[in-house]
């Protein structure tokens, strides 16, 4: 990582304050999304880059990402199909998902494989059995796992509705229910860890929207209230400590509940990844969380910490996030050691020592699929009409 990915440029970002309003907010990041996934895509490879960043000589892609690509495919599998022709270089989706179950043998966790199978039910691929049964081969229940890639399990599984797997889909919603902390609202980092560490009392804001999302989907599939509600206080936890201009913050405790390190706030929670959750919820029968998905696009389009917008209309990107001022990550370190001491106690000062605002000058494949996955053309219109 070179200290150019951090560099502030005053000049480096240029934002078109019309395209940033309220009414013209999602058409451009879909655009944004569009533009960005073309140009991350590997064609030799049919998958698409790990990152683009800002080098000294330009902006430069690194990398390929099976992740990723399963991710980029959800977000596309809504697209119109000229689009997607042009974004895949004249490939199609069943094209991609072909290599990616080519690619399902080779991956050793149990999200890649539950991103796979996700991304061949939401393109319609057939021959999804390789890709479940490395699912299941992954997904051991005497294994501990995160939090993040259980949910996408269960995502995964329930888009798949095989009927044999009923009871797997069933065990694997309790195993994510029964993790959820009562008494903060908050869940785990990692499933079935027994892991007193300086850090095991830490979760971040993907432990609650995946979860939150999971749960709406095994709802649809089960009509179990239990787990409807669990995504509704979760969700309504994040939505009481959003913060002040509509940031979506990232370490929590989860004895308490509360924000332990505040800092980076990363743009793809506040365009994708919280609503895309939020939404999910209030389409189960959640409560309606418009203000709060609101107040995270609006800290995006203006984020004061910068005193501009991660959204660049001269790169066509929107830059990763905003952290602090800091030397590597001391901040999220020493707030984590202080707060396993007490639940209460926190390092005076860092905001005085480490302001935040430094520009992550990257952006992910990822971001961009879950982009369009939040905000497919028929919801971007009836959003359009509340604003």
């Not at 480096?12 to 996934?37: F, V, W």
């Not at 030799?44 to 099976?66: H, N, P, Q």
């Not at 639940?343 to 992550?360: A, T, V, Y």
């Amino acid at each position: 990582m070179t200290t150019n990915k951090y560099r502030v440029d005053a000049e480096a970002t240029e934002i078109n304050p019309d395209s940033l309003n309220r009414t013209g907010m999602i058409p451009r990041l879909r655009e944004l999304a569009i533009h960005g996934l073309e140009r991350m895509y590997l064609p030799e490879k049919k998958l698409f880059v790990f990152r683009t960043r800002r080098a000294m000589d330009g902006i430069i892609s690194e990398g390929f990402s099976r992740r990723y690509t399963a991710i980029a495919l959800i977000g596309l599998a809504g697209e119109e199909k000229k689009l997607l022709e042009s974004v895949l270089a004249g490939h199609n989706l069943q094209m991609v998902c072909e290599r990616l179950k080519e690619e399902a043998g080779h991956v050793d966790n149990p999200g890649d494989a539950a991103l796979i199978l996700w991304a061949a039910c939401a393109t319609g691929y057939p021959d999804r059995r390789e890709i479940r049964k490395r699912l299941l081969d992954l997904l051991s229940v005497d294994k501990a796992h995160p939090v993040v890639e259980v949910s996408w399990a269960l995502d995964a599984l329930c888009m798949n509705r095989e009927s044999r797997d009923s009871d797997l889909i069933r065990g694997l919603a309790q195993r994510l229910s029964s993790s959820f902390n009562e008494r903060s609202s908050v869940f785990p980092h990692v499933l079935g860890e027994n892991n007193n560490g300086p850090r095991s009392h830490v979760s971040c804001f993907a432990d609650m929207v995946y979860p939150i999302h999971a749960l709406a989907s095994y709802f649809k599939f089960s009509g179990d209230r239990i787990a409807l509600d669990i995504a509704t206080r979760c969700a309504e936890k994040i939505c009481e400590l959003q913060g002040p201009e509509g940031q979506w913050w990232w370490h929590y405790d989860l004895r308490t509940g509360n924000v332990i390190e505040p800092y980076p706030v990363y743009s793809v929670h506040q365009d994708a990844m919280a609503p895309m959750a939020l939404f999910a919820l209030h389409e189960a029968g959640g409560p309606d969380f418009y203000r709060e998905i609101q107040k995270g696009l609006d800290w995006l389009a203006y984020s004061p910490e910068i005193r501009t917008s991660l959204i660049d209309e001269k790169a066509d990107l929107i830059w990763r996030k905003v952290a602090r001022r800091e030397p590597g990550k001391l901040s999220r370190y020493t707030q984590a050691i202080a707060s396993r001491l007490h639940p209460s106690l926190r390092m005076p000062g860092m905001d005085i020592m480490f302001p935040p605002g430094l520009i992550d000058y990257e952006n992910r494949p990822y971001h961009l699929g879950w982009i369009l996955y939040a905000w497919p053309k028929e919801r971007f219109k009836t959003w359009n009409s509340l604003a």
